[in-house]
């Protein structure tokens, strides 16, 4: 089945810094969808990019789906961008959503 | 209206006794998923359905039963909890089964004493 792998496994960064997350997968996806999960555990769907380069607002995602891998970019991180990342794969056709294990990036003031 | 709804937020139960927690999304999704997330973990798929069709995860078949009376609504039912299952239990949606983006609730959080 599809394997997601996501690094690093914790980031700590200072305010200001940029952060990179990476999410690596075993086979072809056709849907990608980064995550974020609140302290509280909550899971909110940043952006959905199976292909290219997207943004919103200080994100900005990359995937390179002949290479099976995707990045997120947080520019200028702040205190509140503290949480977990989560990647999740999907392929036409196949039911199944699969998740990395996330990133957990903490931002100090 | 973008939200899927879960309910209880927060659920305590005792070992041996049944845990219903409840899932709703007004979106007229086709599929409605349910996850398990425990900390340091990826989200483990548990089961979902498409349409009325359930389709649930061969290692957790026993462990949880699903109901989805409407096409809105949808349950996920622990017979008799064990401590192995505090989790928060993530409800989620999407318009068909591959290809959309997932909407997930906010979470139900189950700690089994």
């Known amino acids: 089945g599809q394997q997601v792998q996501q690094s690093p496994s914790s980031l700590v960064l200072q305010e200001g810094e940029n952060a990179e997350l990476q999410c690596n997968f075993s086979?072809?996806?056709?849907?990608l969808q980064w995550f974020y999960q609140s302290p509280g555990g909550s899971l909110v769907s940043l952006l959905s990019?199976?292909?290219g380069t997207k943004h919103t607002g200080r994100l900005t995602s990359t995937t390179v789906t002949k290479e099976r891998r995707s990045s997120l970019h947080i520019s200028s991180s702040q205190t509140t961008d503290s949480g977990t990342y989560l990647c999740?794969?999907?392929?036409?056709?196949?039911?199944?959503?699969?998740f990395g294990a996330g990133t957990k990036l903490t931002i100090k003031p | 209206d973008t939200t899927v709804k879960q309910n209880p937020r927060y659920k305590l139960a005792r070992v041996g006794k049944p845990v219903n927690l409840i899932c709703s999304q007004t979106?007229?999704?086709?599929?409605m998923y349910w996850y398990q997330k425990k900390p340091n973990q990826a989200p483990k798929l548990l089961l979902f359905?498409?349409?009325?069709?359930?389709?649930r995860e061969a290692d957790t078949f026993e462990k949880f039963q699903s109901s989805r009376p409407n096409n809105s609504f949808c349950s996920l039912y622990i017979g008799s909890a064990g401590l192995e299952y505090s989790a928060m239990y993530l409800c989620?949606?999407?318009?068909?089964?591959?290809?959309?983006?997932?909407?997930f609730g906010e979470g139900s959080r189950l700690i089994v004493v």
């Open positions: 979106m007229n999704h086709d599929t």
């Open positions: 086979s072809t996806a056709t849907q």
């Open positions: 999740a794969i999907g392929s036409y056709g196949n039911e199944k959503i699969t």
């Open positions: 990019n199976p292909s």
């Open positions: 989620a949606s999407s318009r068909e089964i591959s290809g959309n983006t997932l909407y």
């Open positions: 359905y498409y349409d009325k069709i359930l389709n």
